[in-house]
């Protein structure tokens, strides 16, 4: 299984505080995804990025959030001014194959 | 947009024995089906996938059916072994959406 790498894998802040969660890709990936789990739910899609451009995102992807990909090769999450129900495990994933979606390790993020 | 309900919510099974995950989709579009595996505090593993263009997939113990009529599919385990416990997740893509919605999980636990 292609390997999808994220930093760090956990991350304490305060509420109102911004947080960057980042991510290393699949050098060849055709799309790149960042997706939520809050603890015992399920998996919840964010947004997608493709050719250097968001392509979806969901609801939950509102002002708070941003994607960027600062050196060209790996992605960013901005979380802005942090609330308490940001807390979650954040995943970043690749497709490598059309639609076999790989999952990066994961970043559980703790808003106290 | 696509919704993906999933049961049980919970499954006991002793060692040996199969086990059956089963879940509904809401969008006739829906052409891509995977299944995942996730144990505690990890990412979610592609276990097996199918599209909307075959009706039954196997790899070793795991197979998945898909029903389009009824818009159902399942997952179906068998030979059951402990490692095997862990949270299964279905999902579901349209064409063209690229992102996939995730079903609520189900909590596998074989019991030795």
């Known amino acids: 299984e292609p390997e999808v790498t994220q930093t760090p894998s956990h991350q304490v802040t305060q509420m109102g505080q911004e947080v960057i969660l980042r991510c290393v890709p699949i050098s060849n990936h055709l799309y790149f995804y960042w997706y939520r789990q809050i603890l015992g739910q399920k998996v919840e899609f964010l947004v997608s990025?493709?050719?250097?451009?968001?392509?979806?995102k969901s609801e939950i992807f509102d002002d708070q959030f941003s994607v960027e990909r600062p050196d060209g090769s790996n992605f960013t999450l901005k979380i802005r001014s942090t609330k308490l129900e940001d807390s979650a495990m954040y995943f970043c994933a690749c497709t490598w194959e059309v639609e076999k979606l790989f999952f990066g390790s994961g970043t559980q993020l703790s808003v106290l | 947009g696509e919704n993906v309900e999933q049961h049980p919510s919970t499954l006991s099974v002793q060692e040996g024995d199969s086990a059956v995950i089963k879940c509904t989709y809401s969008d006739s579009a829906s052409n891509y089906f995977p299944w995942y595996k996730q144990e505690l505090g990890k990412r979610p593993q592609l276990i097996i996938d199918i599209r909307s263009n075959v009706g039954e997939k196997k790899d070793q113990r795991i197979a998945v059916t898909l029903n389009k009529t009824a818009k159902h599919f399942s997952l179906h385990i068998t030979e059951t072994q402990p490692e095997d416990s862990a949270v299964y997740f279905c999902?579901?893509?349209?064409?063209?959406?690229?992102?996939?919605?995730f079903g609520s999980g189900t909590q596998l636990t074989v019991l030795p």
């Open positions: 990025f493709y050719n250097n451009e968001i392509s979806e």
């Open positions: 999902a579901a893509s349209m064409v063209g959406a690229r992102q996939l919605t």
